[in-house]
Nanobody
Framework: QLQASGGGLVQAGGSLRLSCAAS????????MGWFRQASGKEREFVASINWSGRYTSHADSVKGRFTISRDNAKNTLYLQMNSLKPEDTAVYYCAARQEISSFAGSYTNPSVFGSWGQGTQVTVSS
């Protein structure tokens, strides 16, 4: 089970740190990601990270501003968000998928993730 937290209301240019705590098992062998969904829009990829934390990927729209990380000892995923913009306003979801060597899909596709958190609202005011 994934539990996302850390969202809130912040002014443009501000920062927030989202957390996603996993319970009921370890996520050490899981590829994890953050997605977001703005009102009336489809869910979109934000960032993903491999099981060890060595490899990360960020959407072009957040590169240089957001950083995904994880602490496997704490079973927790993070998203540090800096220089926030009004267009970052959305519900942010964390997701997990067990890594297997035969996987040939894309971690930017939300449909490849089987486990999801409940979402946390991020609102950036101008």
């Amino acid at each position: 089970q994934l539990q996302a937290s850390g969202g809130g209301l912040v002014q443009a240019g501000g920062s927030l740190r989202l957390s996603c705590a996993a319970s009921g098992g370890t996520v050490t062998s899981y590829h994890m990601g953050w997605f977001r969904q703005a009102s009336g829009k489809e869910r979109e990829f934000v960032a993903s990270i491999n099981w060890s934390g060595r490899y990360t990927s960020h959407a072009d729209s957040v590169k240089g501003r957001f950083t995904i990380s994880r602490d496997n000892a704490k079973n927790t995923l993070y998203l540090q968000m800096n220089s926030l913009k009004p267009e970052d306003t959305a519900v942010y979801y964390c997701a997990a998928r067990q890594e297997i060597s035969s996987f040939a899909g894309s971690y930017t596709n939300p449909s490849v993730f089987g486990s999801w958190g409940q979402g946390t609202q991020v609102t950036v005011s101008s």
